[in-house]
């Protein structure tokens, strides 16, 4: 943030953090599922000698990705793969339960990645799904789906396309450049509209591919096509990566004010302190594998997160206020990956005993514990408890001047009462007082497990 305001004409078109029912609903939505699915699906990770596994070399990005090692003609063999696009075990239904079962109450869909293909029937280019030998519209298969299971549904869009030949990534200079880059906007422009009218359902925008220059000086089109969605669209919701200010500021304006409506840069980051997030809205997206959104055949060799780290993700999330949506990347076929399929069954158990501390909660406002996670909802305080103490007890820090302290304790597993006790151990260190919650000493946990605590004025 500078020392002083300065004059920015193209910044925050929302207020930072916009009251409506749907950014209510944004921050309150817990889980979120992605799903990248496109024609890099068919590939993989691995595909005629090339590799995209991990590091920089995300399997979505396999067209791009094959240097010197690519056969001939690779990315016209890549662009050529739509002719055997067809997921004949795809079914939108299915994907939606699991993503409920799993305790997802959003998801983010990839309409198009940065190939270009459209994965629903657009009017404004040939190269999408009505060109493929599966023919159907899957964007309105999987928000029909979702919408239909209670799950609200967000469009993923890259405006960078590797293949469009009006597309660059340089500031178009000459008075032709200039010419194919402003019909792309208008292309881009109508592609959003589209996708806005087709899927009225849509809740909100997740912008990619924001990052080249040419779209970085398209400043004024991107503020104007913001304000154009945002008047025929009421309520959409539309992250942080999608323009920036008039001096190239993206995310945030030159004086650090959000632009747009949550901060989308929390990807596969997770901010270790609260104070960092300036009370903006945000979300975390992550992949199973360390990288690699789109369908990876072959996780060996590769860290593969488990359900308890997702878990903690989850709940590191929560705990400052934001969301974590977890990335899925379904094969050629139409089918999730085992991995994920496991993942999505041992979440969805764990949220059905915990969900409780997970939806509609709030930061707590206590000193982080090293046990786990606070997270608050009306005068009920939940620790997620990850680092289990070798005594039973869970000792909990609360301001000595606070006005609110535990008064009862339960396990949100079977609901049995915990003893609370006052625990003044005159340790003044950073004027604390302790409860200490007191664990059965026959609890046997496999996983994290929530306190759940009825605060109280103290005796
Ligand atoms: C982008 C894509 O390139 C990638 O394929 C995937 O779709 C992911 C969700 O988004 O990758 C990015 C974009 C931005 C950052 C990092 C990776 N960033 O701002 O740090």
Redesign the pocket.
């Known amino acids: 943030k500078p020392a002083q305001r300065i004059e920015v004409k193209y910044g925050p078109i929302t207020p930072k953090n916009r009251t409506d029912e749907n950014m209510e609903r944004f921050r309150n939505y817990g889980l979120g599922q992605?799903i990248?699915w496109g024609l890099y699906a068919i590939p993989g990770n691995e595909w005629e000698g090339v590799s995209a596994r991990g590091g920089a070399a995300?399997s979505?990005?396999i067209r791009s990705w094959g240097g010197a090692t690519a056969p001939k003609d690779w990315k016209n063999t890549y662009d050529n793969l739509y002719k055997q696009f067809n997921p004949k075990d795809f079914d939108a239904k299915k994907w939606a339960k699991q993503a409920k079962d799993m305790g997802a109450r959003y998801m983010i869909f990839?309409t198009k990645?940065?190939d270009g293909f459209a994965m629903w029937p657009t009017k404004y280019s040939d190269y999408n799904i009505s060109k493929t030998p599966y023919k159907k519209d899957v964007t309105k298969e999987i928000v029909d789906a979702y919408t239909a299971e209670g799950i609200d549904v967000y469009l993923?869009f890259?405006v960078l396309e590797w293949n469009n030949p009006n597309y660059m990534g340089a500031e178009p200079k000459t008075p032709e450049e200039k010419e194919k880059f402003q019909k792309f906007l208008d292309y881009t422009r109508n592609q959003l509209l589209e996708l806005l009218t087709n899927y009225p359902q849509t809740k909100g925008l997740w912008f990619?591919?924001t990052?080249d220059k040419s779209w970085i000086m398209a400043y004024e089109f991107t503020y104007n096509l913001e304000k154009e969605l945002r008047t025929k669209f009421p309520g959409i919701i539309i992250g942080s990566?999608f323009r920036n200010d008039e001096f190239g500021k993206r995310h945030f304006d030159s004086n650090g004010d959000i632009l747009g409506d949550y901060e989308?840069?929390w990807?596969?980051?997770l901010p270790a302190e609260f104070e960092w997030l300036d009370g903006n809205t945000w979300d975390c997206?992550m992949t199973v594998p360390p990288n690699g959104?789109?369908y990876m055949k072959d996780w060996s060799g590769l860290y593969t997160k488990t359900s308890d780290d997702l878990i903690d993700m989850l709940m590191h999330c929560v705990s400052m206020n934001g969301n974590l949506v977890l990335?899925f990347g379904p094969d050629g076929n139409g089918k999730m990956h085992p991995g994920e399929d496991i993942l999505a069954k041992e979440i969805g158990e764990w949220m059905k005993v915990n969900s409780e501390a997970v939806y509609d909660v709030r930061h707590a406002g206590l000193s982080p514990s090293k046990l786990g996670y606070f997270t608050r909802k009306e005068n009920n305080l939940y620790l997620t408890v990850f680092n289990r103490p070798v005594n039973n007890i869970v000792r909990i820090a609360v301001p000595k001047k606070s006005t609110e302290v535990p008064k009862t304790a339960k396990l949100l597993v079977d609901s049995k009462e915990l003893k609370v006790v006052h625990s003044d151990i005159g340790l003044d260190l950073d004027q604390s007082t302790y409860y200490d919650v007191v664990l059965p000493e026959n609890f046997n946990a496999k996983k994290a497990f929530v306190i759940k605590m009825e605060l109280g004025a103290p005796k």
Do not use: L
């Open positions: 992605f990248h995300a979505e990005w990839t990645h940065h993923y890259s990619d591919g990052w990566r989308q840069g990807e596969r980051k997206v959104w789109g990335n």
